[in-house]
């Protein structure tokens, strides 16, 4: 199955790759479109930047995902074990007192 969510840290370096790329190329853009004199080149090479960052960030590739969140158990979860291990404690006292 496909996996959408990135980590924190995914997120940190998903926006730097894509500042430092969509930067770079607005740069290239800017200078091959002053010396050609052509706007559509600068807008071809700057569009081509926006298309490569996004290709290196949207998808959830796996080094955007290398530290996953360790969440806590929720409340239910944490009642129903505690229940169970009351539950638990409760027949090993009672099989105690009929061995004794």
């Known amino acids: 199955m496909f996996e ?4 924190f840290q995914g997120q940190n370096l998903a926006e730097q790759i894509t500042q430092g790329v969509i930067s770079a190329f607005g740069v290239i853009a800017f200078l091959a479109g002053l010396i050609a004199q052509d706007i559509r ?3 071809y090479i700057f569009a081509a930047g926006v298309a490569i960052a996004a ?15 360790k969440w806590l158990p929720s409340r239910e979860k ?3 074990a505690a229940a169970a291990s009351k539950q638990e404690s409760s027949t ?3 099989k ?3 061995a004794s």
Not at 57 to 68: D, F, M, Q, S
Request: hydrophobic content about 50%; charged content about 25%; glycine content about 0%.
């Open 92 to 94: 090993s006292d009672l």
């Open 96 to 98: 105690d007192k009929k």
């Open 41 to 43: 080149l600068s807008m």
């Open 78 to 80: 944490l009642a129903a």
């Open 55 to 69: 290709f290196l960030v949207i998808p959830a590739w796996p080094y955007l995902r290398k530290n996953p969140i």
């Open 4 to 7: 959408f969510h990135i980590d």
